[in-house]
């Protein structure tokens, strides 16, 4: 093993070491299980939750739309907004709310909501 492997695996050692320590205290059980569950294959999805989760839209359809929306609110139901840092990136605050709207009681049926002014 070079100097240079020997370094880099003792910096990845102390980074995962650190990165434990700061986030340790944030991981209740049930979030644990919520990670635990990203790495486990879906058959559904024919993917792990974490791929589905990373992979982009290709084009932008209704699907895409819909996908999108579908993330975000797995994603709410881990609870993962009330994270530090799970705060959604600027501009998505709309589709979020769009998200909510059309998860629950609000009484709309797609995601109208998401369209701007001036927009069909």
């Known amino acids: 093993?070079?100097?240079?492997?020997?370094?880099?695996a003792?910096?990845?050692?102390?980074?995962?070491?650190?990165?434990?320590?700061?986030?340790?205290?944030?991981?209740?059980?049930?979030l644990r299980a919520d990670l635990d569950r990203l790495?486990?294959?879906?058959?559904?999805?024919?993917?792990?939750?974490?791929?589905?989760?990373?992979r982009a839209a290709t084009d932008a359809s209704a699907t895409s739309v819909k996908t999108a929306i579908?993330?975000?609110?797995?994603?709410?139901?881990m609870d993962a907004h009330t994270l530090p840092g799970g705060t959604p990136a600027t501009g998505t605050?709309?589709?979020?709310?769009?998200?909510?709207?059309?998860?629950?009681s609000s009484g709309t049926t797609g995601p109208?909501?998401?369209t701007s002014p001036g927009r069909s």
């Open 70 to 77: 579908d993330k975000l609110l797995y994603l709410r139901n």
């Open 112 to 114: 109208t909501c998401c």
């Open 93 to 104: 605050s709309t589709i979020w709310a769009c998200a909510r709207s059309t998860s629950g």
């Open 39 to 54: 790495l486990v294959y879906d058959a559904g999805l024919k993917m792990t939750r974490l791929a589905w989760l990373i």
């Open 1 to 8: 093993m070079t100097t240079l492997a020997k370094m880099v």
């Open 10 to 30: 003792t910096a990845r050692t102390s980074a995962t070491a650190l990165t434990w320590e700061k986030v340790a205290h944030l991981l209740t059980d049930q």
